[in-house]
């Protein structure tokens, strides 16, 4: 044999092996998809909060201590649908709590309303106790 001859065998052999190595790769690949594991699986809720915007885990939140049973129905399902794509806009506060309500179950959030008041915002109750105190101040019963 020449040694042009050996190159080329050599060469021959290491393309050879070279495709036989992408061969089973590409069955590798292809049993993955036929059998695929298990994937982590996510939990409704986890599907849930993700899909959360402004204020929706308050509001979560308070619907779970609240109405457990309801909730964990209204977690199921919401999750089915944002799984098969039906809902991928963000769920904020505001849309939940109307989610909610529109099904019947009341929840209950603390809210609370700030006005302007010396270039600082406080609470309305906070307000209005200044204001019936400046009243009494200014209108003093008269004690006999």
Known sequence: MTEEDKELELLKA???LEMQKNLSQKQKIDELKANPKPAM???????VIKQLGYRGLEVLENAEAQFPVETRM???????????GEVTEIIDGGKLLTLFRSIGVRVKV???IKVEKDGKLVSWSDKLKDKTDAGNLDNPTENP
């Open 14 to 16: 290491k393309r050879l």
């Open 41 to 47: 699986s996510v939990s409704p809720r986890e599907i």
């Open 74 to 84: 209204v977690i199921e399902k919401l999750a089915e649908l944002i799984k098969s």
């Open 110 to 112: 603390q809210t609370t």
